[in-house]
């Protein structure tokens, strides 16, 4: 291997890694902090409804702030969004630790919300910016990587802090991630977005550009089938409390019997999305990554009609399911952003919006609505995959007909 290519793949690890860093910051967010529910609730004297708030606020601050990050890094560069992002979530963070109160807690919960969207949607705008489709889907599925681990490590961090320290180090441990991030992004960064390919910072441009992007049908149905597909996963992750705990009588120290599958299912995925780059069309790739989601959120329905929950049979499903969606999400967000290429971090920013959306009616309304019963929450499962996949197909069948 010539240095020159050496250099490019040492380079290639280390942005990726950087990006997946940002990316797994706003759902660690979340996950680190969903086994210390029971103590944060008792200690700040919340009800239920007040500590599922402290979610859904989070979440839908998130989702909202998507609408925004892409857009202002088309106008501003890609960089400078991320490390001020950074810093308010270092702030917000702090200031989460200290709350002393669940309504103060909300509150900052609301702000770290805002800041930690920016990695997710700048990250891939600066993959498409710098690298071609067959190199960007193998950069995409090491950062996918990334962020699909972190719902899955994140609780274990949280557990263990959690029973070791105290619920309030959860958030300190947040706040020298976010200060470690700082340091790295301003250092290790470099801008991809050229001042003369930057969209001017207008209200009236913006609102055209959104309304543009939002009314485009192709666009609409990738976005939806990338949340639909990642939350038919993720309501597990969200009901751990419940699924692990109650379902199947497990303790905290015990979640590793629904993280080590999907940590695994993840890591198999990305793998094979990554070889899958430039050897088989993103049509392929899709079928293949569907039809191991739809087998096993059938299997996971039979299982829970069939038979009363334990492990491991539990979560065999959630890994094979894992890897489906592991493959499905570097392709199908490319696809996406490849509908706008010179409107790049807003087509990322709405993509994000929508997919924050679609977690935030499944942290809100799905998961508290089945977490109940592992029947009911192995069909929301099967529903919200079906519904992934039916945006896709007809998102293909539209690519067909006008191909045609």
């Avoid at 200690?43 to 007040?50: R, V």
């Avoid at 919960?109 to 993959?127: F, P």
């Avoid at 088989?280 to 989601?293: D, G, K, N």
Wanted: charged letters at 10%.
């Amino acid at each position: 291997m010539s240095l020159a290519n050496r250099h490019d793949r040492d380079f290639r690890i280390a942005f990726a890694a950087m990006l997946g860093s940002l990316a797994m910051l706003g759902p660690f967010a979340v996950d680190t902090y969903l086994p210390a529910f029971g103590g944060m609730q008792a200690a700040l004297g919340a009800t239920p409804i007040e500590m599922q708030q402290t979610l859904s606020a989070y979440l839908l601050s998130f989702g909202f702030m998507f609408l925004f990050h892409g857009a202002v890094s088309d106008s501003f560069g890609r960089k400078p969004v991320i490390v001020v992002s950074l810093v308010l979530f270092v702030l917000s963070s702090i200031g989460a630790a200290l709350a002393e109160s669940v309504q103060a807690l909300i509150l900052w919960r609301v702000l770290q919300g805002t800041s930690t969207g920016a990695g997710i949607v700048v990250g891939r705008a600066m993959i498409r910016d710098l690298y071609n489709e067959e190199d960007a889907q193998r950069l995409m599925s090491l950062v996918t990587l990334f962020f699909s681990l972190s719902p899955v490590v994140a609780p274990i961090i949280g557990g263990l802090l959690f029973e070791a320290f105290g619920w309030q180090s959860i958030f300190w441990f947040l706040a020298v991630v976010g200060a470690i991030l700082v340091v790295a992004g301003a250092k290790l960064l470099r801008e991809t977005l050229p001042e003369e390919h930057r969209h001017p910072f207008h209200p009236a441009a913006l609102l055209a550009g959104y309304r543009e992007v939002g009314a485009n049908r192709p666009f609409l149905l990738l976005s939806l089938a990338v949340g639909c597909n990642f939350n038919a996963f993720f309501l597990y992750i969200l009901s751990a409390p419940m699924f692990l705990g109650t379902h199947l009588g497990l303790g905290p120290k015990e979640y590793s019997w629904l993280f080590i599958p999907s940590i695994a299912g993840i890591l198999v995925g990305s793998q094979l999305s990554g070889r899958a780059a430039g050897r088989l069309s993103r049509p392929q790739v899709l079928r293949r990554a569907y039809t191991f989601m739809g087998v096993s959120a059938a299997a996971n329905l039979a299982y829970a009609l069939a038979l009363p929950p334990s492990v491991p049979w539990a979560v065999v499903p959630i890994f094979f399911y894992a890897i489906g969606s592991a493959m499905a999400m570097p392709t199908i967000s490319l696809s996406t952003l490849d509908l706008f290429p010179t409107r790049r971090g807003m087509a990322a920013s709405l993509q994000g919006f929508v997919s924050g959306m679609v977690n935030t009616i499944t942290a809100g309304v799905i998961a508290p609505a089945v977490f109940h019963s592992p029947k009911a929450m192995a069909v929301a499962m099967l529903a919200l995959m079906l519904t992934g996949f039916a945006c896709w197909r007809l998102y293909y069948r539209d690519t067909r007909r006008r191909a045609a």
